[in-house]
């Protein structure tokens, strides 16, 4: 069993993973920048990154859980994000939930799995 991971900057955790052809990738604004369109780009910079390190793209996502602190930001986050996908063949299967994600400054966190390339 062959799994490559891309460790985080925090202890435990890798922001990044790949197995059997498949990609796993968190992301986030490590910036924590003020506000929900500035954190959603940052965050799908940082996932494109993510994506890269384990050899895939937004155009091999399969499933996306998008995490929001507070649920009416999903507008402004959704033109963001819709910028940022592109065309239909890109658009992966996606959820949008609100959570709790542990402080005041994270307003959102992006869970992906993807195809490698």
Not at 4 to 15: E, I, L, Q
Not at 31 to 41: E, F, R, Y
Not at 42 to 49: E, G, P, Q, Y
Not at 100 to 109: A, P, R, S, W, Y
Request: hydrophobic share 45%.
């Amino acid at each position: 069993m062959n799994i490559d991971r891309v460790p985080s900057r925090a202890a435990g955790r890798s922001d990044a993973a790949s197995f059997n052809g498949l990609a796993f990738a968190v992301a986030y604004d490590p910036d924590a920048a003020d506000g929900i369109k500035k954190q959603t780009l940052n965050s799908l910079a940082f996932l494109d990154t993510k994506l890269a390190e384990v050899h895939s793209g937004k155009d091999a996502l399969l499933q996306v859980t998008v995490y929001l602190s507070d649920m009416s930001m999903k507008t402004e986050m959704d033109e963001v994000w819709c910028e940022w996908i592109g065309p239909r063949d890109n658009w992966p299967q996606r959820a949008c939930v609100g959570a709790d994600l542990g402080d005041d400054v994270t307003l959102i966190e992006i869970v992906v799995i993807a195809a490698q390339k």
